[in-house]
C-alpha cells in the first residue's frame, strides 16, 4: 500500500555549496550509461564551463586547471575568462584524451557519442538556456546544433540554483546583441537547449538510487548560489547519500575562475 511504502521512507535535508553541488553533478555525469558507453566506444567532448570542470576532473580520475576551463560567466557582471588564459575543450577518444580542436572534434561526431555543454538557466520544462556572448553563437553554435542534427547525445549539467521562473522559449526572442541597449558586463543573446539534463537530483538518483527535491535556492556566505535539496528513499540509501554530501559540502572548495 502508498501509505505502507511511504512510512518506511527516509528523508533528510541537506545543503550543497556551489562547489559540492557541481562536483556531485560531475559525478552524476560520469555515471551515466551513454557517457560511460561512449568513454568505451566513442568520442566525449566536454566544452568549457565552471561545472564541465568537474566533468572533466571526474572523466579524467585527475584534477585539472578549473579556473582556466571556463569561457562566459556570471560573476560580478556577465563576463569571460580572456581567451588568452582559457584551457582547451577535452576531447577523449575511447577515454584517452587526444589534441582535438572543437572544429576538429566535429567533424568525426556521430551518433553514441556524447558532448558535454553547460548552461546558464533551467526552466520549468527542462529546457536550458545558453548565454551567447559571440556573433557566431559561440560554442553552442559550433559544436552542439552539429551534434544535434547527426543525433550526438548533448548532456547538459546544469544546478537546479539556475532554475527560473520563465521559459527560455519566451525570453530568447526579448534578448541578444543587438537588441539589448544596456547590459552589466557583455549584452549577450540566449540560446535554447534540449538533451540530457543532469541537476543535483538526476545525479543523486544516479549514484544512491534517492529521490531528490529541490527545496530552496541561495543563502549567505558559504550557502551563497548554493541548493537545498530535500532526500527521500529507503532508509539505507538515504543515510548513505546524507552522509556522503554532508562531507562533501564540508570538504569541497569554491569554484574559482581565472
Known amino acids: 500500500m502508498p501509505n505502507d511504502r511511504n512510512a518506511t521512507e527516509r528523508r533528510a535535508i541537506v545543503v550543497l555549496p556551489p562547489g559540492a553541488a557541481r562536483r556531485l553533478i560531475a559525478r552524476g555525469v560520469a555515471r551515466l550509461p551513454s557517457a560511460q558507453h561512449a568513454l568505451r566506444e566513442?568520442?566525449?567532448?566536454?566544452?568549457?564551463?565552471?561545472?564541465?570542470?568537474?566533468?572533466?576532473?571526474?572523466?579524467?580520475?585527475?584534477?585539472?586547471?578549473?579556473?582556466?576551463?571556463?569561457?562566459g560567466y556570471i560573476g560580478e557582471t556577465l563576463t569571460w575568462v580572456p581567451p588568452e588564459r582559457q584551457a582547451h575543450p577535452l576531447v577523449l577518444?575511447?577515454?584517452?584524451?587526444?589534441?582535438?580542436?572543437?572544429?576538429?572534434?566535429?567533424?568525426?561526431?556521430k551518433a553514441g557519442d556524447v558532448v558535454v555543454k553547460g548552461a546558464n538557466v533551467l526552466d520549468?520544462?527542462?529546457?536550458?538556456?545558453?548565454?551567447?556572448?559571440?556573433?557566431?553563437?559561440?560554442?553552442?553554435?559550433?559544436?552542439?546544433?552539429?551534434?544535434?542534427?547527426?543525433?550526438?547525445?548533448?548532456?547538459?549539467?546544469?544546478?537546479?540554483?539556475?532554475?527560473?521562473?520563465?521559459?527560455?522559449?519566451?525570453?530568447?526572442?526579448?534578448?541578444?546583441?543587438?537588441?539589448?541597449?544596456?547590459?552589466?558586463?557583455?549584452?549577450?543573446?540566449?540560446?535554447?537547449?534540449?538533451?540530457?539534463?543532469?541537476?543535483?537530483a538526476e545525479a543523486i538518483a544516479l549514484l544512491y538510487g534517492v529521490r531528490a527535491e529541490h527545496l530552496a535556492t541561495g543563502g549567505v556566505g558559504p550557502g551563497a548560489g548554493g541548493v537545498t535539496l530535500l532526500l527521500v528513499g529507503e532508509e539505507a540509501n538515504v543515510r548513505r547519500a546524507f552522509a556522503e554530501l554532508s562531507a562533501l559540502a564540508r570538504t569541497e572548495p569554491p569554484p574559482e575562475v581565472g
Open 93 to 109: 577518444d575511447k577515454g584517452t584524451r587526444v589534441d582535438l580542436s572543437l572544429d576538429e572534434a566535429v567533424t568525426q561526431l
Open 42 to 71: 566513442g568520442l566525449v567532448v566536454v566544452t568549457l564551463g565552471t561545472t564541465n570542470a568537474y566533468v572533466a576532473e571526474e572523466l579524467l580520475g585527475a584534477p585539472i586547471e578549473r579556473e582556466r576551463f571556463c569561457a
Open 124 to 200: 520549468p520544462s527542462g529546457v536550458c538556456g545558453v548565454f551567447m556572448a559571440s556573433p557566431a553563437g559561440g560554442t553552442v553554435g559550433k559544436l552542439a546544433v552539429p551534434a544535434l542534427a547527426r543525433g550526438v547525445e548533448v548532456v547538459i549539467p546544469i544546478s537546479a540554483a539556475k532554475s527560473i521562473h520563465g521559459f527560455v522559449a519566451d525570453l530568447a526572442p526579448e534578448v541578444g546583441i543587438g537588441r539589448v541597449g544596456d547590459a552589466t558586463g557583455f549584452p549577450i543573446g540566449l540560446f535554447p537547449l534540449t538533451g540530457t539534463v543532469v541537476t543535483e
